[in-house]
């Protein structure tokens, strides 16, 4: 898709958990058009993904890393305590008698490759993370400092991921305020692309859903009423949501069925963008033949 022009695409990746996941056939679709977003924000599981995107990793390579990662829990606790050298200790943060939580950038640690760079600011592509100061009931953009304490801000799930401390203040997950940060890519991009995994509660499958389940299950009703909200108020161009509702927010390890069902929304967005990056730009006239007997190679355009 050779053109004039440079196309600026901001590109937004929300929360959702498990949902998330389906973020990475998006970041698949980018790629096999050969184009990359000028800027990513994510919040939440989008924040984890967008990380690992950001820092170098081609989508099909974060598939790839999933795929290791999920197919299996055996396969996952051989990571965590093997390569990663994990202690149990290590993933659960106790802060009094009624305060266990799962550790927050120990977690981002286990999930992201060791080879990403360790500071926002080094990425490959400018990275936006959302987190909110809870004392302050404020948002929070990240867009420097470590790469782990960042994303493990951003992934703090209230009374079940326990989120790093920065600059002396305790953050929760971006969500709570804003769950699919695409007004943060609005200056000097020529489109916003926004991905919005939030969707619906999934279906219960028995009469008393665990406590877990249902708390972060009304979190996602919460996302999902503030993030059609902030659409309405100001629609980026191009808004999707792959079909995972029926995905629980803690189903990571029916990572190939999420991926399955992304495919349908990865093809609709290649097409999406490539209308619009091919409206956005001048395509190059290909070369003229050079004259009969002449001596150089007359071209169409500077």
Not at 78 to 107: M, N, P
Not at 209 to 232: D, H, K, Y
């Amino acid at each position: 898709m050779a053109s004039d022009k440079v196309t600026k695409i901001g590109l937004a990746l929300g929360g959702g958990g498990a949902r998330g996941l389906a973020h990475v056939l998006m970041l698949e679709a980018f790629d096999e058009l050969g184009i990359k977003p000028a800027m990513i924000a994510g919040c939440s599981m989008g924040a984890l993904v967008g990380a690992a995107y950001a820092g170098g990793m081609s989508g099909r390579e974060i598939r790839d890393h999933a795929l290791r990662l999920l197919s299996n829990k055996i396969d996952m606790a051989r990571h965590v305590f093997g390569a990663k050298q994990t202690k149990l200790g290590d993933i659960f943060s106790l802060r009094g008698l009624s305060s266990l939580h799962l550790d927050g950038q120990k977690l981002v640690d286990i999930a992201l490759p060791d080879h990403l760079p360790a500071r926002l600011e080094d990425m490959k592509i400018p990275l936006k993370l959302v987190a909110v100061d809870f004392e302050r009931m404020e948002e929070v953009v990240l867009d420097s400092g470590p790469t782990l304490q960042a994303v493990g801000a951003s992934i703090a799930i209230p009374g079940l991921v326990a989120a790093p401390m920065i600059n002396g203040r305790i953050h929760v997950d971006g969500g709570v305020k804003n769950p699919v940060p695409f007004n943060h890519l609005t200056h000097g991009m020529d489109f916003v692309v926004a991905v919005d995994v939030t969707g619906k509660p999934r279906t219960l499958s028995r009469a008393h859903p665990s406590n877990i389940e249902l708390a972060v299950g009304s979190l996602l009703i919460m996302f999902n009423e503030l993030a059609e909200l902030r659409r309405a108020q100001n629609p980026p161009a191009i808004y999707l949501y792959p079909e995972v509702d029926h995905f629980a927010a803690g189903d990571f390890f029916k990572v190939k069925e999420i991926f399955a069902a992304s495919e349908a929304t990865k093809d609709k967005l290649k097409r999406s963008l490539e209308m619009r990056v091919r409206a956005l730009t001048v395509e190059r006239p290909p070369p003229l033949p050079s004259p009969q007997g002449g001596g150089g190679i007359i071209s169409g355009g500077s």
